[in-house]
């Protein structure tokens, strides 16, 4: 049995097809862990999501921000949802999106093996989560989302504030630990999020550090496996291993045993074409 982590797909079904063949993955005995953001700008999203589905008894994901970003979409008029790009109208106009989009509204937000002594999410986690804290929290969003209050959540859970705090209560609590889990790069020494700091470290402003780096952080017992920070590009120090390596923009897609003495990472190539930059409008997913 081999558990392999894969970092962000984003629609690109013909390099996770080639990677799955790399690591010579077998669902009957093999496990995957997916960091989140399996759709959007890759062009192939409806494909990829159908195959991380059909491998969905030998497979964990966490939701990512574009993740999150389509079931909000599904839940709009669909002439709002006609105003996203093509990649993602093939989703929600599929015939079988309902049984995707359910299946993709109950992964969780974190993902967590005491046993392996991993835990995976998408971004990263606020300087003062321990493992049992960010694990709480998680469960809070997760609850509501599979929930009938579902779409309350999804309606509620854009917007950059307010910064996380243990006093929220409601839709602010929600979308600020959402907000962490699924958005996070740079943040302060309190745990505010830079939503526009996106660049490599090094090139943010003073007083900003990459969360893993923050001083007087949570000690964590568990080593951390996260994607979504594609200008950081595989990253491996501190606990954390980050496996976004811009597959959408032409870069590689990254797996990384987990299991084992020893790490052991393959790659391949990742889109052809190099997804366009991404335009700031209303259908969107966010950053």
């Known amino acids: 049995m081999a558990v392999w982590a894969i970092g962000d797909l984003q ?3 013909e390099p996770t097809r080639r990677l799955l063949d790399r690591i010579n993955f077998d669902p009957a005995a093999d496990r995957l862990w997916f960091c989140g953001d399996l759709v959007n700008r890759g062009g192939e999203s409806l494909e990829t999501l159908r195959l991380v589905h059909s491998l969905r008894a030998s497979a964990v994901s966490v939701l990512g921000n574009h993740d999150l970003s389509l079931l909000a979409i599904a ?21 079988d999106r309902d ?38 929290h998680a469960r809070e ?14 309606k509620n859970m854009y917007g950059d504030q307010p910064a996380w ?13 959402i907000n962490v889990f699924t958005r996070l ?42 994607g979504h920070w594609s200008t950081l590009g595989l990253f491996i120090g501190h606990g ?18 987990l299991d084992g ?19 700031a409008n209303a259908g969107q997913a966010r950053k």
């Open 261 to 279: 003495d020893e790490l052991r990472l393959v790659q391949v190539a990742g889109r052809d074409v190099p997804a366009n930059p991404p335009q």
């Open 165 to 177: 705090s243990p006093k929220l209560t409601g839709s602010d609590r929600d979308r600020a630990i």
């Open 75 to 95: 839940e709009r008029r669909p002439e709002d949802q006609r105003k996203v790009n093509a990649d993602l109208q093939r989703v929600l106009f599929a015939e």
């Open 185 to 226: 790069r740079y943040c302060t020494p309190r745990g505010r999020i830079a939503f526009d700091a996106k660049g490599a470290p090094g090139t943010q402003l003073p007083g900003l550090y990459p969360w893993y780096e923050v001083p007087g952080r949570a000690e964590r017992d568990l080593k951390i496996v996260c």
């Open 141 to 154: 969003v997760e609850q509501r989302l599979r929930s009938d209050g579902y779409r309350k959540l999804l």
């Open 240 to 257: 954390v291993h980050a496996l976004d390596t811009g597959a959408v923009w032409g870069g590689k897609l990254t797996a990384l045993r």
């Open 99 to 136: 049984v995707l989009l359910d299946w993709l509204r109950m992964q969780p937000l974190l993902h967590i093996d005491r046993a392996l002594g991993w835990m995976m999410v998408h971004a990263g986690l606020a300087p003062k989560w321990t493992v049992s804290l960010a694990e709480k």
């Open 11 to 13: 629609g690109c079904y």
